[in-house]
């Protein structure tokens, strides 16, 4: 018989998977749902009488049987009583564990394992990986009375994203360490020079020389800082475009005008073509520029003397499509997946010829998804290298904002915010009636598109 103080197990149950889908929407804090599990099972809440729980527990808990997250539960002789389908999966077991023993003999090589178990301490946990392509958190509850184990629960949740995200944020700190240590290197080096050998030991020409060097790395530094901070307002959401209906065409000219010296420098042309007539999009003007701005960059600094860029700026069904096309020195298949990483080079030499942060492209991607667009790249090696960006034109975004108008996450969305408030302008100017964002019809939208 199960007993359970003040409650009876069914609204026990039921407050339980309350309080899991509660923890389980938290965020990024997965081990606080391993943890409720362990301190539910095993806190004192259930004891059991005889031996006739153990088929009302796994009623009791059937219902867990389907989570994402590993439950195995052990009584006080070490045999298992409960388990669900997410534990074996999790654990690469073809059958449930027998007791816990057999945890031990499959899993007690694994460095931290036994002591879980040896030394019980509330909130530890350890990850491992399972498999090449699997990694899991591991954690353990063993409840005491006294000198006697009343129960055991072993909690098991996937990592494997966890684990991928901590090995990028670890290559990420390397990587800036490693940017940023490279220059503060030379402007030490060309410093200890000038003091060492007096500036009065050197010519006017050799002192400049040592200068415009501290200069060009301390210009380095502050390029990186400045692409790490945009990176990380965009990672945190802490920007606040002023987003608002653009013609992309002058924008691109603006450009071409503001790249032109430059290009004039390598001889490379620069040519924009209009194919068809293009609808405006929503837009933050300055992100567009910088994001638009690095692509011709580098078709410029990987171009060729006598080379060209060509952009072309066309509407497909419902999206704007700018394709950048130059016949540069292009990049080998092998480096195409990788080239949007962070610190991604092709250039992985020691000299670093074409200079910059390794941070570009990364914010090109960045920028352009912050716009509802996507971005694909094509190369040869030898022959040039294509960049196409499909943003979502006006009306495209108009359907998409009254898609998502019940979405919870929509007021923090700036791009659904400037449709809504711009749909809503062009729909009153226009006698078009709207009540609610959402039930838009076709019909209306295209009375407003067509004027």
Same mark, same amino acid.
């Given at each position: 018989?199960?007993?359970?103080?003040?409650?009876?197990?069914?609204?026990?149950?039921?407050?339980?998977?309350?309080?899991?889908?509660?923890?389980?929407?938290?965020?990024?804090?997965?081990?606080?749902? @391993?943890?409720?599990?362990?301190?539910?099972?095993?806190?004192?809440i259930?004891?059991?009488?005889?031996?006739?729980?153990?088929?009302?527990?796994?009623m009791?808990?059937?219902?867990?049987?389907?989570?994402?997250? @590993?439950?195995?539960y052990?009584?006080?002789?070490?045999?298992?009583?409960?388990?669900?389908?997410?534990?074996?999966? &999790?654990? %690469?077991?073809?059958?449930?564990? @027998?007791s816990?023993t057999?945890?031990?003999?499959?899993?007690?090589?694994?460095?931290?394992i036994?002591?879980?178990?040896?030394? /019980?301490?509330?909130?530890?946990?350890?990850?491992?990986?399972?498999?090449?392509?699997?990694s899991?958190?591991f954690?353990?509850?063993? *409840?005491?009375?006294?000198?006697?184990?009343?129960n055991?629960?072993?909690?098991?949740?996937?990592? =494997?994203?966890?684990?991928?995200?901590?090995?990028?944020?670890?290559?990420?700190?390397?990587?800036?360490?490693?940017?940023?240590?490279?220059?503060?290197?030379?402007?030490?080096a060309?410093?200890? &020079?000038?003091?060492?050998?007096?500036?009065?030991?050197?010519?006017?020409?050799?002192?400049?020389?040592?200068?415009?060097?501290?200069?060009?790395?301390?210009?380095?530094? !502050?390029?990186?800082?400045?692409d &790490?901070?945009?990176l990380?307002?965009?990672?945190?959401?802490?920007?606040? /475009?002023?987003?608002?209906?653009?013609?992309?065409?002058?924008l691109?000219?603006?450009? #071409?005008?503001?790249?032109?010296?430059?290009?004039?420098?390598?001889?490379?042309?620069?040519?924009?073509?209009? &194919?068809?007539?293009?609808?405006?999009?929503f837009a933050? =003007?300055?992100?567009?520029e910088?994001?638009?701005?690095?692509?011709?960059?580098n078709?410029?600094?990987?171009?060729? /003397? *006598?080379?060209?860029?060509?952009?072309? #700026?066309?509407?497909?069904i %419902?999206?704007v499509?700018?394709?950048?096309?130059?016949?540069?020195?292009?990049?080998?298949?092998?480096?195409?997946?990788?080239?949007?990483?962070?610190?991604?080079?092709?250039? *992985?030499?020691?000299?670093?010829?074409?200079?910059? =942060?390794?941070?570009?492209?990364?914010?090109?991607q960045?920028?352009?998804?912050?716009?509802?667009?996507?971005?694909?790249?094509q190369?040869?090696?030898?022959? @040039?290298?294509?960049?196409?960006?499909i943003?979502?034109?006006?009306?495209?975004? +108009?359907?998409? =904002?009254?898609?998502?108008?019940?979405? /919870?996450?929509?007021?923090?969305?700036?791009? +659904?915010?400037?449709?809504?408030?711009?749909?809503?302008?062009?729909?009153?100017e +226009?006698?078009?009636?709207?009540?609610?964002?959402?039930?838009?019809? !076709?019909?209306?939208?295209?009375?407003?598109?067509?004027?």
């Amino acid at each position: 018989m199960l007993v359970v103080p003040f409650l009876t197990v069914s609204l026990q149950a039921a407050l339980f998977l309350a309080a899991v889908v509660l923890l389980y929407f938290i965020g990024s804090h997965y081990k606080l749902i @391993g943890n409720f599990f362990t301190s539910f099972f095993s806190g004192g809440i259930l004891h059991f009488k005889h031996g006739e729980a153990n088929k009302d527990l796994n009623m009791e808990l059937a219902a867990f049987s389907s989570l994402h997250l @590993g439950v195995l539960y052990f009584d006080t002789n070490g045999k298992c009583r409960f388990h669900n389908r997410s534990a074996l999966e &999790l654990l %690469d077991l073809k059958e449930p564990p @027998g007791s816990v023993t057999d945890i031990l003999t499959k899993f007690g090589h694994i460095q931290g394992i036994k002591s879980l178990f040896l030394m /019980p301490v509330n909130g530890k946990s350890v990850t491992f990986s399972i498999r090449p392509d699997r990694s899991i958190n591991f954690a353990v509850k063993v *409840n005491m009375q006294d000198t006697r184990i009343l129960n055991t629960v072993i909690v098991v949740q996937d990592f =494997t994203q966890e684990e991928l995200q901590n090995k990028q944020r670890k290559e990420f700190v390397a990587n800036v360490s490693h940017e940023l240590k490279t220059p503060i290197t030379t402007i030490k080096a060309y410093t200890e &020079l000038l003091l060492d050998w007096g500036i009065k030991e050197k010519s006017k020409e050799q002192i400049a020389d040592d200068i415009k060097k501290i200069r060009d790395d301390a210009m380095r530094m !502050e390029a990186l800082v400045g692409d &790490l901070l945009l990176l990380s307002s965009i990672d945190g959401n802490r920007r606040q /475009p002023k987003v608002e209906l653009i013609e992309v065409e002058p924008l691109i000219h603006d450009l #071409i005008e503001r790249f032109s010296l430059q290009a004039v420098e390598k001889n490379i042309k620069i040519n924009c073509y209009i &194919l068809n007539k293009v609808p405006m999009v929503f837009a933050e =003007t300055e992100s567009l520029e910088r994001a638009f701005g690095n692509i011709i960059s580098n078709g410029i600094k990987y171009g060729v /003397p *006598n080379g060209k860029i060509d952009i072309y #700026i066309s509407c497909l069904i %419902d999206d704007v499509t700018i394709k950048f096309a130059d016949n540069g020195i292009g990049i080998a298949q092998e480096h195409l997946p990788y080239i949007f990483n962070r610190f991604y080079r092709v250039d *992985n030499s020691g000299t670093r010829q074409h200079g910059g =942060t390794g941070l570009g492209l990364s914010i090109v991607q960045e920028l352009i998804k912050m716009h509802h667009g996507e971005i694909f790249v094509q190369s040869v090696l030898g022959s @040039g290298t294509e960049f196409t960006v499909i943003l979502p034109s006006e009306g495209s975004m +108009y359907r998409s =904002t009254i898609a998502a108008a019940h979405d /919870p996450d929509f007021e923090n969305d700036l791009w +659904y915010k400037a449709a809504k408030k711009e749909l809503l302008i062009q729909a009153k100017e +226009y006698g078009v009636k709207i009540d609610d964002i959402a039930n838009v019809s !076709e019909a209306d939208l295209k009375v407003i598109l067509e004027q």
